[in-house]
Structures are given as structure tokens and as C-alpha cells.
């Protein structure tokens, strides 16, 4: 749902699950993939064949604006495809990238290629980190202390970008 119409991020419940079971975190982690290639492919279609519906529906998302919009728009216009990379270095929605790259003509198998690494790659790489520093760094600690501090993580990680974005 988060590559459509959510805006809460699937990390949330794949780094809660990595507290507990590093191996279900990981296989969670495909399943995500799975939704984002579902949600992308839902965006990307309705980029191509709406895309004043779909960015008006954007913007009724929290955190994305007009500006936010037209500088994903910028992006994929000057690097194509590979503008899906830059989502999760700069905390961008990739529901607007899948949406601009239907209404820019980027080619299907294209998008979804490189949506594939684009979104499985962070979810796996919190989903690890998170294990690393819950098994070795915060060994010591309880799984409900453990999930307390992520919970304040993440509290103070959506204050922050709903503060900025």
C-alpha cells in the first residue's frame, strides 16, 4: 500500500520483525518487494494513462506537495529510469517516480527492473542493520526494550520528515 496510496513506510513492520527473527524479516522483505512492484505497476499505469488524476491524488498525500511533485518530474525527465535509485537516498515517494515514469514513456520492463533493487535493497538493508544492532549492540537489553527504542526511532525519524518534507 505504501507504493500507492499509503505513507507509512513497510520498514516499520520489517525491522519490528527483525528484533524477533532475522530470517522471517528477510522473507518479509520480499514480500514487500512484492507490494511495491504491485503498487508501482498501479501508479506507473495511472501516470500513463491520467496523470493530472494521478498527481492530484498525490498531493492529497501528506509530505507531497506540488514542488515535491515537480521535482521528481525533473528528475525523471533529465535520468530516466534510473531517477528510481534517488527515492530512497532522498526520502522521495516512490509512488511518484512510478507515476512519472508512465506519464514520461519510460518502457514497463524498464521501471520494473530497476524498481526491483531500487526498493529490495533498502528494505533489506535496515531490516539487517536493524538485526545487527539488536543481536550485538543491544544484546543485553530485553526484546521489549529493544522495541521501545525502535519505536522511538521511528517516532522521531516521521517527526522529522514530516517536519522537513
Given at each position: 500500500?505504501?507504493?500507492?496510496?499509503?505513507?507509512?513506510?513497510?520498514?516499520?513492520l520489517l525491522t519490528y520483525l527483525a528484533l524477533k527473527d532475522p530470517?522471517?524479516?528477510?522473507?518479509?522483505?520480499?514480500?514487500?518487494?512484492?507490494?511495491?512492484?504491485?503498487?508501482?505497476?498501479?501508479?506507473?499505469?495511472?501516470?500513463?494513462?491520467n496523470l493530472k488524476g494521478a498527481e492530484?491524488?498525490?498531493?492529497?498525500?501528506?509530505?507531497?506537495?506540488?514542488?515535491?511533485?515537480?521535482?521528481v518530474e525533473g528528475q525523471i525527465e533529465n535520468d530516466g529510469v534510473k531517477a528510481t535509485f534517488y527515492g530512497p537516498i532522498t526520502g522521495r515517494p516512490y509512488k511518484i517516480y512510478s507515476v512519472y515514469a508512465g506519464a514520461k514513456g519510460i518502457s514497463f520492463p524498464s521501471f520494473l527492473l530497476v524498481s526491483i533493487p531500487a526498493r529490495l535493497l533498502r528494505?533489506?538493508?535496515?531490516?539487517?542493520?536493524?538485526?545487527?544492532?539488536?543481536?550485538?549492540?543491544?544484546?543485553?537489553?530485553?526484546?521489549?526494550?529493544?522495541?521501545?527504542?525502535?519505536?522511538?526511532?521511528?517516532?522521531a525519524f516521521y517527526g522529522w520528515y514530516f517536519s522537513v518534507m
Amino acid at each position: 500500500m505504501e507504493a500507492s496510496v499509503f505513507f507509512i513506510v513497510p520498514d516499520i513492520l520489517l525491522t519490528y520483525l527483525a528484533l524477533k527473527d532475522p530470517r522471517r524479516a528477510t522473507k518479509a522483505c520480499l514480500w514487500a518487494l512484492v507490494g511495491a512492484l504491485v503498487g508501482g505497476t498501479a501508479m506507473f499505469c495511472w501516470g500513463n494513462y491520467n496523470l493530472k488524476g494521478a498527481e492530484g491524488f498525490l498531493t492529497e498525500i501528506p509530505a507531497i506537495d506540488k514542488q515535491l511533485l515537480k521535482k521528481v518530474e525533473g528528475q525523471i525527465e533529465n535520468d530516466g529510469v534510473k531517477a528510481t535509485f534517488y527515492g530512497p537516498i532522498t526520502g522521495r515517494p516512490y509512488k511518484i517516480y512510478s507515476v512519472y515514469a508512465g506519464a514520461k514513456g519510460i518502457s514497463f520492463p524498464s521501471f520494473l527492473l530497476v524498481s526491483i533493487p531500487a526498493r529490495l535493497l533498502r528494505f533489506i538493508l535496515l531490516t539487517w542493520i536493524t538485526w545487527w544492532v539488536a543481536s550485538k549492540l543491544l544484546a543485553k537489553l530485553q526484546v521489549r526494550s529493544r522495541t521501545l527504542i525502535l519505536s522511538g526511532i521511528w517516532i522521531a525519524f516521521y517527526g522529522w520528515y514530516f517536519s522537513v518534507m
